[in-house]
């Protein structure tokens, strides 16, 4: 995985069939992974689980806790099940919880 939209992402998967997802970080979830966006490759047939385990594993602990609160938008829409496939080329949105007043 990469820290940067301008930098390649991660290497091909055993089926040599990858998926690619921008991942766009916000607020705390962009203060946790030291980026504010990073495209990933990963393997065909990942999951939303799949992908945000993988952000978490590279980012670290600060991050883990962050997804585990976290909504997650792919192309604006609400995911309710992270057990769906990732669609390739989605984005994928990270949002914390936001407190307003």
């Known amino acids: 995985m990469t820290s940067s939209l301008e930098t390649p992402a991660r290497g091909v998967g055993a089926s040599g069939a990858d998926v690619t997802a921008t ?16 495209i990933v490759t990963l393997p065909r047939g990942t999951t939303v689980a799949d992908l945000v385990a993988a952000v978490a594993a590279d980012h670290g ?6 997804l585990a609160a976290s909504s997650l938008l792919i192309d604006g829409l609400a995911v309710h099940e992270r057990t769906a496939e990732l669609p390739d080329g989605a984005t994928v949105d990270v949002l914390p919880p936001f407190a307003g007043g």
Not at 61 to 66: G, K, M, N, P, S
């Open 23 to 38: 991942v766009r970080y916000f607020a705390g979830a962009k203060a946790a992974a030291g980026t504010g966006a990073e």
């Open 61 to 66: 602990e600060a991050l883990t806790r962050v």
